[in-house]
């Protein structure tokens, strides 16, 4: 008679990454920015070029053939979770899509555990979506195989910043001296949370231009400050567009707000338009995690310097060099 001894995972997913005995993304987690070490940030980076060209050469191939994605989504998505289906099957795997937690077993009062539990007998990595911060982690918590936090409420959304850093990287070759505007809602913004974080492995300036009741939150500013890295709060973006590389716009998160009428008060705060790109840098970006709302007239479409549609592409190499990463392949 035989024994059943459950399988274990193949390594603890609270080891930084970057920690040379252990260099190696297979089987752990991708939950903050925190996690991630500059030479790590060079290895994704290596990894999702590599996939840019693969994808380029043949559109996809069998690198993850055989290997299954459970995206589940609890609040709404089109490039997350898009992007991750299409990273999936460009690499030869396949996904289980659970984008409508209303039609699952989650109306019925399933835990988000017992959730996560059931996908992972079914699938080889998890990529989740939630409205509470700290959901990402509490999954993790619970499952065996690696969990993506594709967005917990107001707290990180990992995987956006590194395709926004990567876009920088790609578009202005290097991050390195570079001052970083973010603009719009840096209160519920959870881009702005992430990247803020992670821009923090570089020599840069950021700026935070915000209407008072959507500032950055006291813990991220603290948090930034002990790494030395300056930083400035602004109401309007006028005093330092002219000083900045890359302008980081977001979008007001209505569906954050418990007031409507403090909604209201703060919609369209800002409107980048033709002439804010006459007072910018010529060398300089403007991105936008999407969607937007309105903060991006569509007359800027057109500047090159407009990088929020090729930023999707980006999102695209990035997410399969993740994908291969965490499931052993890269
Ligand atoms: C962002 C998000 O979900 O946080 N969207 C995205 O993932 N590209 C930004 C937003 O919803 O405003």
Redesign the pocket.
């Known amino acids: 008679m035989t024994t059943y001894v459950p399988p274990l995972r193949q390594s603890s997913p609270h080891l930084p990454f970057g920690d040379k005995q252990d260099a190696t993304f297979y089987g752990k987690d991708i939950l903050s920015v925190k996690q991630f070490s500059r030479d790590d940030l060079e290895y994704i980076f290596g990894v999702a070029h590599e996939m840019e060209e693969m994808v380029r050469r043949v559109g996809s191939f069998d690198l993850l053939k055989g290997k299954i994605l459970a995206n589940l989504f609890y609040e709404p ?1 089109t ?2 979770s898009s992007s991750f289906t299409a990273a999936m099957e460009r690499l030869g795997g396949s996904v289980i899509p659970i984008n409508e937690v209303r039609y699952s077993s989650v109306s019925k009062g399933e835990s988000l555990p017992d959730t996560v539990r059931t996908l992972e007998s079914y699938a080889d990595v998890v990529v989740l979506r939630h409205p509470e911060t700290g959901a990402a982690a509490l999954a993790a918590k619970y499952a065996r195989k690696p969990v993506i936090n594709a ?1 917990d409420g107001i707290g990180e ?1 990992p995987t ?1 910043a590194l395709l926004d850093l990567f876009t920088i990287r790609e578009e202005l070759g290097q991050v390195d001296g570079l001052t970083v505007t973010m603009l719009g809602d840096l209160k519920y ?3 702005v949370h992430s990247l803020s974080r992670l821009l923090t492995l570089f020599d840069i300036r950021l700026n935070y231009v915000s209407p008072d009741i959507l500032r950055m939150p006291a813990e991220i500013i603290e948090e930034i400050k002990a790494t030395g890295i300056p930083q400035a709060e602004y109401a309007e973006m006028e005093p330092i567009l002219a000083e900045t590389d890359v302008l980081y716009v ?2 007001v ?1 209505k569906e954050r707000f418990t007031n409507p009428d403090e909604y209201e008060l703060v919609r369209g705060a800002y409107v980048i338009g033709t002439d804010t790109m006459r007072q910018a840098k010529e060398k300089m970006v403007v991105m936008h ?3 937007r709302v309105g903060e991006i007239a569509m007359e800027v479409d057109d500047d090159p310097r407009a990088a929020y549609f090729r930023q999707m592409e980006y999102g695209l190499y990035i997410r399969m060099a993740l994908l291969a990463m965490v499931l052993g392949k890269a």
């Open positions: 998505s490039r997350t967005g959304h956006q913004g959870r881009t977001t979008r998160q995690p999407l969607p």
